[in-house]
């Protein structure tokens, strides 16, 4: 089974700051990562993957992750964020090899610009 | 192109009633996915249909929810004597064929309510 940890449930950041959303994951085996972002009164949508070669990927807007296996972390950056990524963040696994993606999802993290 | 519907939009029932909600995957996708968000939690697996038939059903929590793709398009799922435990937002998500690198594309969700 897997489970993913994200310790913050809100973050606000004033804009053009830089901003870190953590998430650390469990699993006894090994897991494709992602990120999903939910805009205000908006569906769920994919911002970013992990499922192999380089540890470090990036969104179409500006945001990166990168894979820590030792660490067992997948943290979201953006060095300077805008109004208009005030959404909520989950962070979500899927194991390696299963035959397709059955998602766990972290409990989300809601990130506040600030004018 | 049209994306993943759901219906209805919200849902108010009485304990007991029997529900039934319903996903309109995108057209040519022959996976669907069916996840429940309580408040202030993270989207939770409930099933997955490849095609026709449920692939992974694991995530149903008890034998009053039921899922159902006879077509392989449209889905419903649906739960017998609800519970207020059964309040929440119910997802829908389709991708073209299920594999792990596809994306799933989300609905806006069904909020159901159990008084």
């Known amino acids: 089974a897997q489970s993913v940890t994200q310790l913050d449930s809100q973050v606000p950041v004033f804009e053009e700051a830089p901003v870190e959303l953590r998430c650390n994951y469990s699993?006894?085996?090994?897991?494709?990562l992602f990120w999903y972002v939910q805009y205000p009164n908006q569906g769920l949508q994919l911002l970013l993957k992990?499922?192999?070669?380089?540890?470090l990927v990036e969104s179409i807007n500006g945001f990166e992750a990168e894979f820590n296996k030792s660490q067992t972390s997948f943290h979201l950056r953006k060095p300077s964020v805008h109004i208009s990524d005030t959404a909520e963040y989950f962070c979500?696994?899927?194991?390696?090899?299963?035959?397709?993606?059955?998602?766990?999802f972290g409990t989300g993290t809601k990130l506040q610009v600030i004018p | 192109g049209a994306g993943v519907s759901q219906t209805p939009s919200n849902k108010v029932t009485e304990k007991g009633k029997y529900v039934e909600l319903r996903c309109d995957p995108i057209?040519?996708?022959?996976?669907l996915y069916w996840y429940r968000q309580s408040l202030g939690q993270g989207p939770e697996f409930l099933i997955y249909?490849?095609?026709?038939?449920?692939?992974?059903d694991s995530g149903l929590p008890n034998d009053r929810f039921f899922a159902v793709r006879p077509e392989g398009s449209v889905s419903t799922l649906k739960i017998q004597r609800t519970e207020r435990g059964d309040s929440a937002v119910y997802l829908c998500?389709?991708?073209?064929?299920?594999?792990?690198?596809?994306?799933?594309?989300f609905g806006p969700g069904t909020r159901l309510t159990v008084l």
């Open positions: 998500a389709s991708s073209s064929q299920g594999k792990v690198a596809d994306t799933q594309y």
């Open positions: 699993s006894s085996v090994s897991v494709y």
């Open positions: 992990y499922l192999s070669g380089s540890t």
């Open positions: 979500a696994v899927s194991p390696v090899g299963g035959g397709y993606q059955k998602v766990t």
């Open positions: 057209s040519g996708h022959t996976a």
């Open positions: 249909f490849q095609g026709t038939g449920a692939a992974d």
